[in-house]
Every structure is written in C-alpha cells, then in structure tokens.
C-alpha cells in the first residue's frame, strides 16, 4: 500500500520543484503515470492530500477553476531521510520535520 501524500510530495519534487504553479490535474497526471497509486483512485480521492498538504504549509491553493485548482509552493521541497523508518522524503524546510511515513521527528 502506497501513502499518496508521499507520493504526492515525490512528484511535487520531481516534476514541480522549481515551477511558479501547478495544478491538481498536472499531479494527477504524473501520479497515474508513475504507476503507483491504485487505478481506482480519482481526483476527487485526491483532494483532501492536496488539502492536507496546504494545512502542513507546503503549498498553497492559489486559484481554482471549476475542478482545476492551482497551487504554489511556499519554498521548494528537499530530500531527507527519515533517521527512523529510513525513508526518503521530499519535506519543506519551514515545516514542523516530521516523516511523513512513520511521524518520526526528522
Ligand atoms: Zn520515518
């Protein structure tokens, strides 16, 4: 079983890390093409990792069209790795540092 919302911050770091903005739609996309996420899942299923993500202070929700939502980050994302659980995970360095996998303090 795959957390989404790493996921989510993977792409966000591969493919968004320097971009002004992006979109649900964009991440999505590449979510669907990594192949790691279940089929089953839609957009809609997305919305409340997107939501969560802007709660933590990763990104904000800048704009929205009908069910595109724009968003930008705050800084970009770096690569830690969790002393814990030892997983990689792209986290913003103003965020409170926890793993994003197992909660550990990184
Ligand atoms: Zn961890």
Redesign the pocket.
Known sequence: MTDVSLEIRNIIFEKFNSDERFTNDQIFTELQKSDKIEKSLTIDDMEKYFNELCDIGIMRNIAQNFTTQWFKLFDPLEKTT?P??K?EAPINKSEEKS?P??K?AI
């Open positions: 969790c814990s659980c997983a793993c996998l197992c550990a």
